[in-house]
C-alpha cells in the first residue's frame, strides 16, 4: 500500500459512508437530520434566512475549496458519488473542454434560484436529487414490497405509505435516466454540466492552494489517467489539469509512475474578463424572471395547504429545494411531494394530501427535520396558533342534515373543535364551524364518511393565517356522591 | 445513628409492617361475606385504579369468576386518539396493565390487548403509554392497521348493521373485558362500554353513515364482553371524544364494574349527567335487543368510597 492507494481508498470510504449514511437518513432509518444542514444547498439558504450556524458551515465549505479544491464533490456530496459508483468500471473517457459560459450560467440559476424561485433546483441540486432518488423510488418500492409481503408472512406490518402521482414518478424517472445515461459517455455528466453548487465550487476554485498537476518528467504519456477521469478535466496532450474542475475523486493516482499528486501553486488562467460580459447578460434575465414565473394561479381546483411553518406558499417556493425529507418523515404520511398543487414552479415540494390522511396536531415533524428553512421549526405550542387552511361545511352533503341520522365524526376528530355539533330538529346532533379555531389538519375531512362525496373539507390559505386558541375554564365537575 | 435509635426504628417498621398484615386478614374476611352473592354493578371512588379494581372486583366474586384456567383474554381498552393519558381520551395505561396482570395471575394463557384507532394505530398504542404498560406485564398488543387481521361474520338480528369486519382477536378470544373510558361525545353524548366495541371492527364509518346509534345496538350483542370496567379516573365532561385542551379533564377517580354491558353504560351516563334513556344506543341495546338493564334502580349495586 502506498499513499495514493491510501489517500484514494480513504476518499472512497468517507464518500460512500455519506452516501449510505444520507440515503438512510432520507428514509428515516437514522435519526440524524441535522446532518442535512452541512449539504452545500440546504446551509445557503439557512444563512439567506440568518441562520447564525449556517454561517460557519458555508464559511467552511468556501475555505475548504479554496484551500484544497471541491472536497464537497469529492465524498460530502452523496449524489456525486453515486455517479461515481455509476461510471466505477467505465474507462475510456477523454478530456473536454467545459466553457465558462456554462459555469457562470450556472452560477447565476444558483443565485437567482436562492432569491427568487427554488423550482430549477429541483432539477439541479444535488443534495435533493439525492433525497427524490430515495423518497421517491426506493422508500416507495421498499413499502410496496413490504405491505404486499405483510398479507403472505405473519410477523410483517402493514406500513403507512404516502401518495405519489404517478405522473412525478415518470418526469423524475426520465430525468434520472437521462443524467445517468450520459454518464457513460461524460463520466461525472451531472457534476460536469449541470450541477449549480459544481459550478459556484468552480470559480471558487480557480486559485485553489494545494493542486493536483503533473510531473513532465515521470509522465509517460500512457493516457490511462486521462481515460479515467470522470471528471474529464486532465488534458493530456498539453499537461494540464483544469483542477477548477476537478472532483478529487483520486482516480488519477493510478498512474503507474505517480507523475501526477498534489503540489502547491498559485498559477492560474485568468478569467476575470469573460465573467463581466456574461453578467450583464444575466441582469437582464434576472429582470424579465418575474414575468416568467407568472404562472402560480392556473389551477382552479380547491387548493391544497402548504404544510404549517412555511409561512406562504411564496415563502414555501423560494427556500424548498425539494428534497423531500418532511415527506418521508411524516408520521401521518400527510405530506405528498406536489406535482401541479402549486403550479409548475412548485413542483415536487411537500403539500398536504387531503383527504388521504390529516396533520396531527401534536406533531411537528416537518420543521424540524427541514435543512432549509422553507418549513420553520416550530413549537407545537406555535403550531397551534397557524391556521394553513380554513374548514368548509357543505350542509346539503352532510349525513346529519340529509339523512337526519346521527354522525359526528368530524366533531369527533377536530382537536380545537372547531367543528362542534349542535341540536338539530330535537333529536340529532348536526355539525357547525367556528372558523375562527380551525388549524386547518384536514382531520375532519378524512373521516367524513359522507358518500359520494365529502361534506367537509379543508381549503388551503396562500398565506397562512393566524388560529385563535379555544379558552375555556378548567372543568371542575366533582364526584361528591354516586348519581344512582 | 446511634444503637437505640435503631432499635426504635426497627421497631416502627416492624409495626408498621405487621399491621399491613393485620389489614390484609381485614380485607379476605371483608370479601368473605360478599361471595355469597354477586352484585350486578360495583361503583367505586376516591382511589388510585389498581387499589379500586382489586376492592371492587371481590364484590362480583373475584376475578376468577371471568377468567377461567388457559384461557385467552382479550382486554379492549379505548386507545382511539394519540393522546397522553393525562388527557382523559384514551383508557388510563395503569388500569390496563392491572387487569392484565390479574389475568395472569388467575392463569390466563394469552392476554391480548387491541383497539383498531380512531388516529393512526402505531402513534395511539404508543402515545397513550398502552403500548409500555403491555410491555411491562406481559401483554400481547395486537396490531390493527390492515385488512388481512378481520374477518367478515354476519350480526344477528341486525337492522342498520347486518354484516362487519371484526378482528381475528375479537372473534377467538374466550374472555372479553371491555375496559373503555368514560368521556362525553359530540353525536352520541356519552361513549362508554357499548361505543367502545366499535374499535374492534374496519369500517367505522359505515356505523357513522347508518345510523349511529343503531349500529352500536346492533353489534351490542354480537359478543357480550364478559365483564365491563368503565374508568372513570380522568373524566372528559366536555369537548370529548378528543377533548381540546387539559381543561377539559375533570379527576373523578371513579371505577364502575358490572358484567351487564347496558348496566355499566348507564352508570357511567349518570356520572356524565344524562339520563341513560335519552342515549339512543343505551336504549335501543336494553329494549329492543334485551342485552341488559339501564334501569339502575332494579339493579343490585354496591357503590364504596375509600
Keep these: 500500500m502506498n499513499r495514493y492507494k491510501i489517500l484514494s481508498l480513504i476518499r472512497f470510504i468517507l464518500g460512500f459512508t455519506f452516501l449510505c449514511l444520507y440515503g438512510l437518513i432520507f428514509v428515516g432509518v437514522i435519526q440524524l437530520t441535522p446532518l442535512a444542514k452541512i449539504q452545500f444547498i440546504p446551509a445557503i439558504f439557512n444563512l439567506k434566512n440568518a441562520v447564525l450556524l449556517s454561517f460557519f458551515i458555508v464559511f467552511g465549505h468556501l475555505i475548504l475549496t479554496v484551500v484544497f479544491g471541491r472536497i464537497y464533490c469529492s465524498f460530502l456530496c452523496p449524489f456525486g458519488f453515486l455517479q461515481d459508483l455509476i461510471v466505477l468500471w467505465r474507462r475510456n473517457f477523454s478530456y473536454r473542454k467545459v466553457s465558462w459560459f456554462l459555469t457562470i450560467f450556472l452560477a447565476f440559476v444558483f443565485v437567482i434560484s436562492i432569491f427568487y424561485s427554488t423550482f430549477l433546483f429541483g432539477f439541479l441540486d444535488p443534495y435533493s436529487l439525492y433525497g427524490k432518488f430515495w423518497s421517491l423510488i426506493i422508500k416507495p418500492a421498499f413499502l410496496i414490497v413490504n405491505n404486499g409481503l405483510h398479507f403472505l408472512l405473519p410477523f410483517i406490518q402493514n406500513l403507512r405509505i404516502y401518495e405519489l402521482s404517478l405522473w412525478l414518478i415518470f418526469v423524475f424517472l426520465l430525468y434520472f435516466s437521462f443524467i445517468f445515461s450520459f454518464s457513460f ?40 489517467c486521462e481515460k479515467e477521469c470522470p471528471a474529464l478535466c486532465i488534458d493530456l496532450k498539453n499537461q494540464y489539469i483544469d483542477f477548477s474542475r476537478c472532483l478529487l475523486c483520486l482516480r488519477c493516482f493510478n498512474c503507474p509512475t505517480h507523475a501526477i499528486d498534489f503540489r502547491t501553486s498559485l498559477k492560474t488562467k485568468n478569467s476575470k474578463k469573460e465573467f463581466f460580459n456574461l453578467s450583464k ?81 401534536e406533531c411537528n415533524v416537518c420543521g424540524s427535520v427541514c435543512p432549509t428553512g422553507a418549513i420553520k421549526p416550530i413549537s407545537i405550542e406555535e403550531k397551534s396558533k397557524i391556521q394553513i387552511g380554513r374548514v368548509k361545511l357543505v350542509k346539503e352533503k352532510c349525513i346529519v342534515y340529509r339523512d337526519k341520522v346521527d354522525c359526528g365524526a368530524c366533531s369527533e376528530v377536530c382537536p380545537t373543535k372547531a367543528v362542534f355539533m349542535v341540536e338539530y330538529e330535537g333529536r340529532l346532533f348536526a355539525p357547525e364551524t367556528e372558523t375562527n379555531y380551525c388549524v386547518g389538519c384536514g382531520a375532519c375531512e378524512n373521516v367524513c364518511p359522507a358518500l359520494p362525496e365529502k361534506a367537509i373539507y379543508v381549503e388551503g390559505h396562500k398565506i397562512h393565517n393566524k388560529a385563535i386558541i379555544r379558552k375555556e375554564k378548567k372543568s371542575t365537575e366533582k364526584l361528591e356522591d354516586f348519581p344512582f | 445513628m446511634n444503637r437505640r435509635e435503631f432499635f426504635r426504628r426497627s421497631f416502627k417498621y416492624l409495626l408498621g409492617a405487621a399491621s399491613g398484615f393485620l389489614l390484609k386478614d381485614f380485607n379476605i374476611l371483608f370479601s368473605k361475606e360478599v361471595e355469597d352473592k354477586p352484585f350486578d354493578l360495583v361503583a367505586i371512588r376516591n382511589g388510585e385504579v389498581e387499589i379500586m379494581f382489586d376492592e371492587a372486583i371481590t364484590y362480583l366474586g373475584g376475578i376468577n369468576r371471568f377468567v377461567r384456567k388457559d384461557s385467552n383474554v382479550l382486554i379492549k381498552p379505548n386507545i382511539g386518539f394519540a393522546l397522553p393519558p393525562e388527557r382523559g381520551a384514551t383508557t388510563n395505561p395503569a388500569l390496563v396493565a392491572h387487569i392484565a396482570k390479574r389475568c395472569f395471575e388467575a392463569g390466563a394463557k394469552k392476554v391480548y390487548i387491541f383497539d383498531n384507532s380512531v388516529e ?105 364482553p364478559e365483564l365491563t370496567v368503565v374508568d372513570a379516573y380522568r373524566v372528559l365532561t366536555r369537548n370529548g371524544p378528543r377533548g381540546v385542551s387539559m381543561e377539559d379533564v375533570s379527576v373523578m377517580k371513579t371505577m364502575i364494574l358490572s358484567p351487564d354491558p347496558v348496566a355499566a353504560d348507564a352508570a357511567g351516563a349518570r356520572i356524565l349527567g344524562f339520563n341513560p334513556e335519552e342515549i339512543g344506543y343505551i336504549r335501543i341495546a336494553s329494549r329492543e335487543k334485551q342485552l341488559g338493564e339501564y334501569d339502575l334502580s332494579k339493579l343490585n349495586i354496591k357503590r364504596i368510597a375509600l
Design chain 1, 185 to 224: 459517455f461524460l463520466g461525472r455528466f451531472f457534476c460536469n454540466f449541470l450541477c449549480p453548487v459544481s459550478a459556484v465550487l468552480r470559480v471558487f476554485s480557480l486559485k485553489t492552494i494545494v493542486r493536483l498537476s503533473i510531473d513532465n518528467t515521470k509522465c509517460i504519456r500512457c493516457m490511462k
Design chain 1, 281 to 361: 447578460g444575466f441582469i437582464l434575465f434576472l429582470l424579465a424572471r418575474n414575468k416568467l414565473f407568472a404562472f402560480n394561479d392556473y389551477r382552479k381546483l380547491r387548493r391544497l395547504p402548504s404544510p404549517p411553518g412555511s409561512i406562504s406558499l411564496e415563502h414555501l417556493k423560494k427556500n424548498c429545494v425539494s428534497c423531500l425529507l418532511c415527506v418521508s418523515h411524516c408520521p401521518s404520511k400527510v405530506l405528498k411531494p406536489s406535482f401541479d398543487e402549486y403550479g409548475i414552479d412548485g413542483i415536487f415540494m411537500p403539500v398536504m394530501n387531503y383527504p388521504k390522511s390529516f396533520c396531527i396536531y
Design chain 2, 120 to 224: 393512526f394505530g402505531d402513534l395511539c398504542y404508543r402515545n397513550s403509554r398502552i403500548e409500555e404498560a403491555a410491555k411491562r406485564v406481559g401483554a400481547t398488543l395486537v396490531p390493527g392497521g390492515s385488512t388481512k387481521y378481520f374477518q367478515n361474520v354476519k350480526i344477528p338480528k341486525a337492522k342498520s348493521l347486518k354484516e362487519a369486519m371484526v378482528h381475528e382477536v375479537f372473534l377467538e378470544a374466550d374472555v372479553l373485558i371491555n375496559v373503555p373510558i368514560l368521556k362525553t361525545h359530540s353525536s352520541t353524548r356519552a361513549t362508554i362500554g357499548l361505543k367502545n366495541n366499535m374499535g374492534v371492527v374496519w369500517d367505522r364509518y359505515f356505523w357513522h353513515r347508518n345510523d349511529l346509534h343503531q349500529c352500536i345496538a346492533d353489534f351490542s350483542v354480537f359478543r357480550k
